[in-house]
């Protein structure tokens, strides 16, 4: 199993990014997923995470801001991101507790990270 995330970049005060993370592999269900940052010289923090039903939890500071969802068909999930600042400035990770065929044990799984760098 495998989680590639994209969608990250450069942009400006204020402006927007999409991420977008895709599980891969004989996967018999995807339980929650979330997006998590890591800012430099800063420990990893949550941003958002949705239940496979929808349910979904922020941090405060993106609350308003950034929105979690995602398509169970697709194995994705996405996080948009609007009226970016640059304290939104972090590598961000997606993760996922994934149950495959092989043993149908619920694991965490990780992506590699994508950068998203706001600048004022």
């Known amino acids: 199993v495998q989680l590639q995330a994209s969608g990250g970049g450069l942009v400006q005060t204020g402006g927007s990014l999409t991420l977008s993370c895709t599980a891969s592999?004989?996967?018999?269900?995807?339980?929650?997923m979330g997006w998590y940052r890591q800012a430099p010289g800063k420990q990893r923090e949550l941003v958002a995470t949705?239940?496979?039903?929808?349910?979904?939890n922020y941090a405060e500071s993106v609350t308003g801001r950034f929105t979690v969802s995602r398509d169970n068909a697709e194995n994705t999930l996405y996080l948009q991101m609007n009226n970016l600042k640059p304290e939104d400035t972090a590598v961000y990770y997606c993760?996922?507790?994934?149950?495959?065929?092989?043993?149908?044990?619920?694991?965490?799984?990780w992506g590699q990270g994508t950068q998203v760098t706001v600048s004022s």
């Open positions: 592999g004989i996967i018999y269900r995807i339980n929650a």
């Open positions: 993760n996922a507790d994934i149950i495959q065929w092989a043993d149908l044990t619920p694991r965490p799984y």
């Open positions: 949705i239940t496979r039903r929808g349910s979904t």
